[in-house]
């Protein structure tokens, strides 16, 4: 089992930046692919991004059209951590923000994540 607890969600305004982080306990995380999701109200969960780590400590990162070139995902095996740095946020990024994991390759696919975390708000205003 894989417990994930998300923080550092808030309230920013337009342009500001903001960095999650979501610390595993359980298992190490080095076997996982760790990925970022968000639901916004009234939309379906989406997939914001997902880090894996390959043969030769090669980390791989794939991230949504709407988020490219303004968020980052990161991880620190020996931490148990992602993150997601977010920055130039909208107010259309505003959403609760879910960490998961899953054995094996990154996947755009919420359903095919087997551990979950709680959500963290973040909201951005204009």
């Known amino acids: 089992q894989v417990q994930l607890v998300e923080s550092g969600g808030g309230t920013v305004q337009a342009e500001d930046p903001l960095r999650l982080s979501c610390v595993a306990s359980g298992r190490t995380l080095s076997s996982y692919s760790m990925g970022w999701f968000r639901r916004a109200p009234g939309k379906e969960r989406e997939f914001v991004a997902a880090?894996?780590?390959?043969?030769?400590?090669?980390?791989?990162?794939d991230y949504a059209d709407s988020v490219k070139g303004r968020f980052t995902i990161s991880r620190d095996d020996a931490k148990n951590t992602v993150y997601l740095q977010m920055n130039s946020l909208k107010p259309e990024d505003t959403a609760v923000y879910y960490c998961?994991?899953?054995?094996?390759?990154?996947?755009?696919?919420?359903?095919?994540?087997?551990?979950w975390g709680q959500g963290t708000q973040v909201t951005v205003s204009s």
């Open positions: 998961a994991a899953r054995r094996g390759l990154n996947d755009y696919s919420a359903s095919r994540y087997d551990y």
């Open positions: 880090i894996r780590v390959g043969q030769g400590h090669t980390y791989y990162a």
